[in-house]
């Protein structure tokens, strides 16, 4: 059983990982092609995953994109949903495989790829179950959302997130 120290420390981090995702997209709220190709949003998401686990990381990735809707009207409603559903994927998925995985560099990298795919095809199987209600999709479509056009964000997630991992895991902030 966990301590309420513990406990209170890992809800001060989601706090923390949940303000990220609401704030780093100001970084590019000027240009919203820019955002939409870095994806600021994904990077704290992850990050969630990997250091509290696939619990907070699930909970953290389904509410950010929903909250930051309901706050600033960005993204659309109808962008948010999927995303919502791809961000939680993200949290779980890094979560859960770091956790399954052995402690090494290789793992971390594995664990991130490995998320970065589920969380894009459980957007793709999102947008499709919304496309049968009505809204615009197609096979290109997915590949130019989830992989062409995101292949900025996917490099950016791949040089910032394991070195920052290894790091928390380095000097214990982490387990």
């Given at each position: 059983?966990?301590?309420?120290?513990?406990?209170?420390?890992d809800?001060?981090?989601?706090?923390?990982?949940?303000?990220?995702?609401?704030?780093?997209?100001?970084?590019?709220?000027?240009?919203?092609?820019?955002?939409?190709?870095?994806?600021?949003?994904?990077?704290?998401?992850?990050?969630?995953?990997?250091?509290?686990?696939?619990?907070?990381?699930?909970?953290?990735?389904?509410?950010?994109?929903?909250?930051r809707?309901?706050?600033?009207?960005?993204?659309?409603?109808?962008?948010?949903?999927?995303m919502?559903?791809?961000l939680?994927?993200?949290?779980?998925?890094?979560?859960?495989?770091y956790?399954?995985?052995?402690?090494?560099?290789?793992?971390?990298?594995?664990?991130?790829?490995?998320?970065?795919?589920?969380?894009?095809?459980?957007?793709?199987?999102?947008?499709?179950?919304?496309?049968?209600?009505g809204?615009?999709?197609?096979?290109?479509?997915?590949?130019s959302?989830?992989?062409?056009?995101?292949?900025?964000?996917?490099?950016?997630?791949?040089?910032?997130?394991?070195?920052?991992?290894?790091?928390?895991?380095?000097?214990?902030?982490?387990e």
């Amino acid at each position: 059983m966990k301590s309420s120290h513990s406990s209170l420390r890992d809800l001060v981090l989601a706090a923390l990982f949940l303000s990220l995702g609401l704030m780093l997209p100001f970084l590019t709220a000027q240009i919203p092609e820019i955002g939409s190709m870095l994806l600021p949003m994904h990077i704290p998401v992850l990050l969630c995953g990997f250091v509290l686990g696939w619990k907070w990381g699930l909970a953290v990735g389904l509410i950010t994109p929903l909250f930051r809707t309901l706050l600033f009207s960005m993204p659309p409603l109808l962008t948010a949903i999927p995303m919502a559903a791809e961000l939680a994927a993200y949290g779980l998925l890094s979560g859960l495989l770091y956790r399954l995985l052995p402690r090494k560099a290789l793992s971390v990298y594995i664990s991130l790829l490995l998320a970065m795919l589920g969380g894009r095809l459980v957007w793709g199987a999102a947008r499709f179950l919304m496309f049968l209600f009505g809204t615009e999709f197609s096979f290109s479509l997915f590949l130019s959302g989830a992989f062409t056009g995101a292949l900025p964000g996917i490099l950016l997630q791949l040089v910032i997130i394991p070195p920052l991992v290894l790091t928390l895991h380095k000097f214990k902030i982490m387990e």
